[in-house]
């Protein structure tokens, strides 16, 4: 599989889990997003949104890291990122979507350069605004996990879900803006336990080609 | 099951139509978004994250609205709102994606509030963060619906799947705020194509008891 990423992209952060954890070979092809790479005709004609990741699978090309996680799990099985019944299912993709859906969306680049360009906000408010959202998201999630019984070494189970994955993507983001982390221990015990596997570890923007 | 709504809520309205096209009967509980209902003592210790949806299904708390919509997917398989395939499906959930994970985030209630209060963006500026975070989401769709051999009638195939109540969750606020449609013919035959479907038509904000 062919995947269009960013070593700082939440999303790609993702995606490299999923497919780590899966076993799954990828060639990397990297945009700098912060360059403007994903403003390019020849990347726009891949991805419209102009956003990372892409994932090419064969001649089948799939966008939104959620959606890709999904197609993912459907096409190879094993080993599973969703538990097996629905109730649990419903959970581990709710805690998924307060960062995908709710968290990362407000602190991405293009956000930010809004934030700067046109509303002119100061470096400081835009680094509170990232802080908010991101600590909001963590708090939510924090709660969660408190009345959740299943949950402890990983969000819920014994093994990494795409809940996990989501975890690990916003506690990165929020250790480079400097955000504090002891309001949430639960997350933290689960983000050491998810960090100390290869199929996380090696996914980290820092260990990426591009990274700089 | 008791659904906890708010009228103008996207992901309310999400939620309202898969029960609607599913045939499940529901039980209402409003709450005010912009009076801070979803503040209260008794609503955060049902949802942390004070927002809504949740979806109430006997002793199950369900939050998220793509996650409740993937569950009543897995419990309440006829009609089916994804398509048979793992291409297909991850296309689906892409295009919701696009609306629900990039668009509708950038446009809540705690966002402008954010811009208002802390920020002290004016009403104009506030405004035209709306119309361009919808209006970026709705290219991205209209874009990929055109090179989208299975659309038409609905985002994908004969009848409608997350993709469309996702797409129809976002024109009805770019309506609301008066964004310009008409760069949007593919998306906006779509929309007509679901409204004239009493389960997306009668989970419309202006038709739900607590609409102002």
Redesign the interface.
């Known amino acids: 599989m062919k995947l269009y990423t960013y070593y700082r992209s939440q999303a790609s952060f993702r995606v490299r889990i999923a497919l780590n954890l899966k076993g799954i070979t990828r060639e990397d092809s990297f945009l700098h997003l912060e360059k403007g790479d994903q403003f390019a005709a020849a990347y726009r004609a891949i991805n419209?949104?102009m956003?990372v990741p892409t994932l090419i699978d064969g001649d089948?090309k799939?966008?939104?890291s959620?959606?890709?996680l999904?197609?993912l799990e459907?096409?190879f099985p094993e080993p599973p990122l969703l538990p097996a019944d629905?109730?649990a299912?419903?959970?581990v993709?709710?805690i998924?979507?307060?960062n995908?859906?709710?968290s990362?969306?407000?602190i991405v680049p293009r956000?930010c350069h809004?934030?700067t360009d046109?509303?002119k906000?100061s470096d400081e408010?835009r680094l509170?605004?990232i802080q908010?959202w991101l600590g909001?998201g963590l708090?939510?999630i924090e709660?969660?996990l408190a009345e959740h019984s299943a949950s402890g070494v990983f969000c819920h189970g014994d093994r990494p879900t795409i809940a996990d994955i989501c975890l690990v993507t916003q506690v990165t983001p929020a250790k480079t803006f400097d955000l504090a982390l002891d309001p949430y221990p639960r997350l933290m015990r689960i983000y050491e336990s998810c960090m100390a596997i290869s199929a996380f570890a090696d996914a980290h923007p820092s260990k990426q080609p591009d990274a700089e």
């Open positions: 419209p949104q956003v089948i799939l966008f939104q959620l959606a890709i999904e197609y459907e096409q629905a109730q299912r419903a959970w993709r709710g998924a979507l307060i995908a859906a709710d990362h969306p407000l956000v809004y934030l046109v509303l906000v408010q509170a605004w908010h909001a708090q939510a709660t969660l």
